[in-house]
Every structure is written in C-alpha cells, then in structure tokens.
T-cell receptor, first 116, second 110 residues
Framework: GAVVSQHPSWVICKSGTSVKIECRSL??????MFWYRQFPKQSLMLMAT?????????EQGVEKDKFLINHASLTLSTLTVTSAHPEDSSFYIC????????????FGEGSRLTVL | RKEVEQDPGPFNVPEGATVAFNCTYS??????FFWYRQDCRKEPKLLMS???SGNEDGRFTAQLNRASQYISLLIRDSKLSDSATYLC???????????FGSGTKLNVKP
C-alpha cells in the first residue's frame, strides 16, 4: 500500500535555531499533504494544508511565518519551524491522501521535536 | 460544534469483552469515513474504512449511519494488544479536508 515517509523521526535543537522536517509520499503523487502537531494525550491538531505548487493553507492560530511549508513537488512537502522555542516542542506528523485508493489518508512516522 | 466528536473514554474492559465506540459528525456533506488506531507516541494507522453497507474485518466491525450522522466501531473478543487510542476521521470536499475526532482511549486488561 501507499507509504508516507517522514524525516527526521526525532530532533533536538537549541532555542532560536530552525528545524526542517520532510514528508515524502513514496509510491503515489500527493498534490495535497497535511501537517499536524500533537501534544501528549491529545488528538492531532491540523496546522496547515500543503498544496503542490501553491501556498499552504494555514489553520486559524497557526503562524505562517513561524511554520514555513513548501510543497515543491508531487512527492515532497517540508515544514520548517523557524526560530524554534521550547514551546514548539511537540510531535509533528504529516499525512497525504492517496486519491486513487478511496481517499485514504496515510501518515508519516512523525517527528518528535525537542527545543532546549 | 466540533466537526467530529468522540467519547474520549477511557474505556477499561477485560480481555474477551466486546466494546463499541461511536463517533458523530456534524456536516451532512461528509463523504468518507475512517477509523484509525494510534499507539502511544506513534503515528495513526488506518484500521478500517467505513462503507455505507457496513464492513467487517475479523474482530472489527464498522458501521455508518448517514441519517443520524454517526459511525461506529465494534471490537469483539478484545485482546490486550487492542489497547490504543481509536481516532474517527471524516473526509469531505473531495479529499481536500479531513476532520479528526479527539480519539477514544481503550484499555484492555487481563
């Protein structure tokens, strides 16, 4: 079945640095990918919808200048957390929809970010 | 009102029990429905798609009721390994929008 790969799976960085997370669809083309963050014991919170070749659509309350999304190809979307701070520490997950398979949503393995 | 609502639980059941989860959705234009399972600190994984006619996969049965706008998941003969959070996911706008329930926590105890 379709697979979505996310990298890195975990990252520790110093406050003020930027961190890039990649999300790839491995055997299907994804014109749309989704980025979520998840705090402990809480559900996924959609941050933004990444659209290939155009600007991402951000959910209310998510700072677009803080969380830069680039969807340069049909198989790759990146999320960059700029000037990360400890409150940005979270589990970030991407997903992509394989429309050829009844629209099922496939998730990346997630990236655990810890900002010191 | 939330797009998708689930009872957060936790549901604490003994091994072998039958347990049912419900999930309601608010928008009648919703098109596709899914149950995902999420283990602690892992990404969600698709458990079942939910079809109008209902579908079964081993010990798991999913039902859709469009008139009442809810979907259900029934787990029979619960195993310890079924302990996880079960997420209800609803799609509309031709797969451009996905909405998640808050998840229902299941604890299966020996």
């Amino acid at each position: 079945g379709a697979v979505v790969s996310q990298h890195p799976s975990w990252v520790i960085c110093k406050s003020g640095t930027s961190v890039k997370i990649e999300c790839r669809s491995l055997d299907f083309q994804a014109t749309t990918m989704f980025w979520y963050r998840q705090f402990p014991k809480q559900s996924l919170m959609l941050m933004a919808t990444s659209n290939e070749g155009s600007k991402a659509t951000y959910e209310q309350g998510v700072e677009k200048d803080k969380f830069l999304i680039n969807h340069a190809s049909l198989t790759l979307s990146t999320l960059t957390v700029t000037s990360a701070h400890p409150e940005d520490s979270s589990f970030y997950i991407c997903s992509a929809c394989d429309r050829s398979v009844t629209g099922e949503l496939f998730f990346g393995e997630g990236s655990r970010l810890t900002v010191l | 009102r939330k797009e998708v609502e689930q009872d957060p639980g936790p549901f604490n059941v003994p091994e072998g029990a039958t347990v049912a989860f419900n999930c309601t959705y608010s928008n009648s234009a919703s098109q596709s429905f899914f149950w995902y399972r999420q283990d602690c600190r892992k990404e969600p994984k698709l458990l079942m798609s939910v079809y109008s006619s209902g579908n079964e996969d081993g010990r798991f049965t999913a039902q859709l009721n469009r008139a009442s706008q809810y979907i259900s998941l029934l787990i029979r003969d619960s195993k310890l390994s079924d302990s996880a959070t079960y997420l209800c996911v609803v799609n509309r706008d031709n797969f451009n929008k996905f909405y998640f329930g808050s998840g229902t926590k299941l604890n299966v105890k020996p």
